[in-house]
């Protein structure tokens, strides 16, 4: 199998839709860490802040934290895209839908 048709296959773009929410799961793991930085004087009663500080001018001053900025815009739309994509083609597959209907004995997502 080549790396176009890897892609192009069911199987291919579940893994781009996994890949894309690893990494929307990296930043906000690296977001919570910044944000925690708040909280480092219960640590050192000396720092006021000093380690945030550090941080967010880590954030903003390097050209690559901004390049992974527009990634990160990249690889959300490319993530709702994927699972809308992988959404529509499932539902056109299988055109019955399942053999039991709950009726209303079912709960909604949105109900609870």
């Given at each position: 199998m080549?790396?176009?048709?890897?892609?192009?296959?069911?199987?291919?773009?579940?893994?781009?839709?996994?890949?894309?929410?690893?990494?929307?799961?990296?930043?906000?793991?690296?977001?919570?860490?910044?944000?925690?930085?708040?909280?480092?004087?219960?640590?050192?009663?000396?720092?006021?802040?000093?380690i945030?500080?550090?941080?967010?001018?880590?954030?903003?001053?390097?050209?690559?934290?901004?390049?992974?900025?527009?990634?990160?815009?990249?690889?959300?739309?490319?993530?709702?895209i994927?699972?809308?994509?992988?959404?529509?083609?499932?539902?056109?597959?299988?055109?019955?839908?399942?053999?039991?209907?709950?009726?209303?004995?079912?709960?909604?997502?949105?109900?609870?």
């Amino acid at each position: 199998m080549k790396w176009s048709e890897f892609f192009t296959s069911s199987v291919g773009k579940k893994f781009v839709m996994a890949l894309s929410g690893l990494f929307l799961i990296s930043f906000l793991v690296v977001h919570v860490g910044i944000n925690a930085c708040i909280y480092a004087d219960i640590l050192d009663d000396h720092d006021n802040g000093e380690i945030f500080n550090i941080a967010a001018h880590f954030m903003g001053a390097y050209y690559v934290i901004r390049i992974l900025e527009v990634g990160l815009f990249a690889g959300f739309f490319i993530h709702i895209i994927q699972g809308y994509v992988l959404a529509a083609k499932n539902s056109a597959t299988r055109r019955i839908g399942y053999k039991v209907s709950m009726g209303s004995k079912g709960s909604r997502w949105y109900r609870k």
